[in-house]
């Protein structure tokens, strides 16, 4: 008997539309909404004990550092469907090519393809069009 045939079967991976991108977009931002909504722990509590009071501004620290890491986020994913709307959703901002299928997949609000993320992160860029996009369409 000779060697063992191996067989190679490709599989196609059916990716989401741009439908099925808004639909996720859509629920991500009223799960950001839900959650901005609610600031318990941003409140200042006074404590006559010292430990207590460090504990408390280390919790509000953290809250605030969640709530502008999750503002952030939203204003992501609402220029994202923007871009939807505008039918250059998946278009990188920067060089106009598109952003991989997987990229999308995984972070569904990036507006740059990778090459032009990863030297946005090496020039220290913020994604000030991200923003100007929500800003316009508010």
């Not at 609610?38 to 408390?56: F, H, L, N, V």
């Not at 919790?59 to 502008?68: G, H, K, P, Q, S």
């Not at 986020?73 to 220029?79: E, F, G, N, T, Y």
Request: net charge negative; proline share 4%.
């Amino acid at each position: 008997m000779g060697p063992p045939v191996q067989c190679r079967v490709a599989v196609k991976i059916q990716l989401p539309g741009k439908l099925e991108f808004q639909g996720i977009l859509e629920r991500k931002e009223a799960e950001l909404v839900r959650g901005l909504s609610t600031r318990d722990g941003i409140a200042i509590e006074k404590s006559a004990d010292q430990m207590d009071e460090i504990q408390y501004a280390t919790e509000r620290d953290l809250a605030i550092r969640n709530v502008d890491r999750e503002s952030t986020l939203l204003r992501q994913v609402k220029a994202a469907l923007q871009r939807v709307h505008e039918r250059s959703f998946g278009d990188c901002i920067d060089c106009d090519g598109p952003i991989s299928p997987k990229r999308l997949m995984a972070l569904p609000w990036a507006a740059r393809c990778i090459q032009c993320q990863e030297r946005a992160d090496r020039e220290g860029q913020e994604s000030a069009e991200s923003g100007q996009a929500f800003d316009s369409a508010a």
